[in-house]
């Protein structure tokens, strides 16, 4: 085993000698004295090494302190949590424990912005209908010029111009239709009437006239009475082939009227024609209806069960008679 040398400043463990890097540089040095030289340089550079050293741990130091406490408390303590299980799971639980406010907070910014929208949205709807609005009132573009009238078939066409009373020139936007409307509906042949505007210079009337089913005897004369039970016009001098209601105080509230109506309403077209009066009997207690064909007369009673009367009234009407008695539809009778 081969012996080690011991160490010294100018050898090292193996018995060769040092030399110094810069005056191996500058060719100096084989000499005793040289020798002696770069071993006390290399000596003196040590104390300067440490020195250095020291100054850069004491600059790293002032570094650290400058930090946050929260910072150093994480750089100092992460090599441990990592180390220790479930560290970083506690360290998320509390970021999720804040998401949710943020996430609230957000929810609220997004409906508080959506609603800021509709609202704006709205405010320009109502500026762009104001202005149109106003381009309708005020500049003219839409004025009445003509009247449409349109249902009318016995009632004048001029009658029902008149009873309007449209204005001409004025703005379409500003008529009450609601107005015209009750005005027209005030003449004796018009049941209902609608009003409309078709832009952008004509007033639509649409009217639907009263139809008579009988007629009745009136201070006035001979009245048209419509099924309604309302009479409303004067008969002409040859009255229509219609019923005469023979009795008085004709109305839609009056239970003889109503009675004998529904009673006509509930006969066959053709059988209808043959119908020459309608009286009621017992008016104020229970109305019992009377229909004269000419000769021959019907006792038709209530209006209830009218459309098994009918069937057997059609029946019985073949036979030779003068007074047909279907009251009662389950025992009809026949006078001759």
Known sequence: MARRTPRTPTTDGRGRRLRDPQTAARGEGTD???KGERVADRVGTRPAAAERAKRIRAERAEQRDKLLPAQRGRGDSGGADEARPGARARRAAPAAAARPPARRNDLRFKIRRRIALAVLVLAVLAALGGGFWAALVYTGIAEVEQVE???ALVVPREQIVDAAAVETGVPLATVDTRAIAQRVAQLPGIGSVQVSRGWPHTV?????ERSAVALART???ITLVDAAGVAYQQAPEVPPAL???GFGAVGPDDPA???ALAVLAALPADLRAQVRTVDVDSPAVEPTVRLGLGERQV???TPDRAADKVAVLVALLTQD???FDVSSPDLPTVTR
């Open 257 to 259: 009227t109503r009675a």
């Open 243 to 245: 019923p005469m209601l």
């Open 299 to 301: 006792r038709f009673g």
């Open 204 to 208: 639509a009337i649409e009217v639907t």
């Open 321 to 323: 008679g003068t007074v």
């Open 32 to 34: 005793a004295g040289g």
């Open 219 to 221: 201070p006035a004369g």
């Open 149 to 151: 009238v349109t249902g």
